[in-house]
């Protein structure tokens, strides 16, 4: 499938860079241990559930009573099993029949990287790589049809991009406690973020966005192609609350003020925009964390609003991946 192709060279690029890196920075890396505890001689296997998801609002006009069209992925739950060395995972997972029965929604198809890296743990890195076809859209859209759904099999969205946010208070709070579960978070801590991201996404079918029969209600009527280039600077903060040293709740939060770049095209012309958008950040973490085990429930994610040429409501876009693991800290080095 030639048009997934983009995202594979992605994670083998990044995967090589990172790799050396990270076993150096762990090592070397100093920290306050009555906080965290890092385990430099285990691997951390895991299995998991997952559920990934990649989302995409058409603004209705401002008062006219019409719901907004909230298109939704069909993306399929997946069971898998990983491992994660020295901060740095990979994870292996398959949408297998018996967890995804709802074929009423339709078919979403597709490829999705999302790479959640913490360098030196004064890093927090996401990378995204994502392509989707076949969207659905919701009971309360106002558009009749004779399935259960208003079915898109022709929609399209890809995203790509990526963002790095400094961790100030990296010697008393680890990102990855909360997040990967290959170190443990003993006392409560948590940290200012600061950093940038840049993000470029596409969403497109072979015909208008907008469904006749509701056509009156959107200034984007005959719009069947959206595209837009961001990038900017966001300010956040990630907080683990831990109690009894063992069971944890991780949340963060990240601002981002972001120029950005919008193109709308219809079936006979083109019209761009540049405005100042918002863009969130957003992971949380709940469970259990300890020396040789971790169970948890985790969520990492963002979304754009942005504006376009046809009207001044934002059109929304959050994409993200829910996540339930068992972990387990193996020894690789025998004293």
């Not at 990526?162 to 003993?186: D, E, H, L």
């Not at 209600?217 to 069947?224: A, E, I, L, R, S």
């Not at 709940?286 to 429930?297: H, M």
């Not at 876009?317 to 800290?329: A, D, E």
């Amino acid at each position: 499938m030639k048009k997934y192709s983009f995202c594979l060279p992605l994670a083998i690029a990044l995967i090589s860079i990172t790799l050396p890196c990270y076993c150096k920075a762990q090592d070397e890396f100093k920290y306050d241990s009555s906080y965290y505890t890092i385990y430099p001689d285990k691997l951390t296997v895991r299995t998991f559930l997952s559920q990934k998801y990649a989302h995409f609002d058409v603004p209705a006009f401002d008062g006219s009573g019409v719901r907004d069209l909230e298109y939704r992925s069909n993306a399929k739950m997946s069971m898998g099993i990983g491992a994660t060395y020295h901060n740095l995972s990979l994870n292996l997972g398959y949408g297998f029949g018996f967890l995804n029965n709802n074929t009423q929604k339709g078919e979403t198809k597709g490829l999705d990287v999302q790479l959640h890296l913490y360098y030196h743990n004064k890093w927090a890195i996401d990378v995204l790589g994502m392509t989707y076809k076949g969207y659905y859209l919701n009971h309360e859209s106002n558009v009749a049809t004779s399935s259960p759904y208003y079915y898109r099999s022709d929609m399209k969205l890809n995203v790509l991009g990526a963002a790095a946010y400094r961790i100030a208070n990296s010697q008393k709070f680890s990102y990855s406690a909360g997040m990967t579960q290959n170190q443990w978070q003993k006392k409560s801590a948590g940290s200012l973020l600061y950093g940038a991201q840049i993000y470029y996404a596409s969403v497109n079918g072979d015909s208008s966005f907008v469904p006749q029969q509701v056509s009156k209600g959107f200034p984007q009527n005959g719009v069947n192609n959206v595209n837009f280039l961001r990038a900017g600077a966001g300010l956040g903060y990630a907080y683990t609350l831990v109690i009894k040293k063992h069971f944890f709740a991780t949340a963060s939060l990240i601002g981002n003020l972001d120029v950005n770049i919008a193109t709308e095209k219809g079936t006979d012309d083109k019209a761009n925009k540049t405005s100042i958008s918002p863009g969130t950040i957003y992971k949380a973490a709940l469970g259990y964390n300890g020396n040789s085990w971790a169970l948890s429930a985790t969520w990492a994610g963002m979304a754009s609003w942005f504006t376009t040429a046809s009207s001044p409501e934002r059109y929304f876009m959050p994409t993200g991946n829910y996540r339930i693991t068992l972990s387990k800290r193996i020894n690789l080095k025998k004293h």
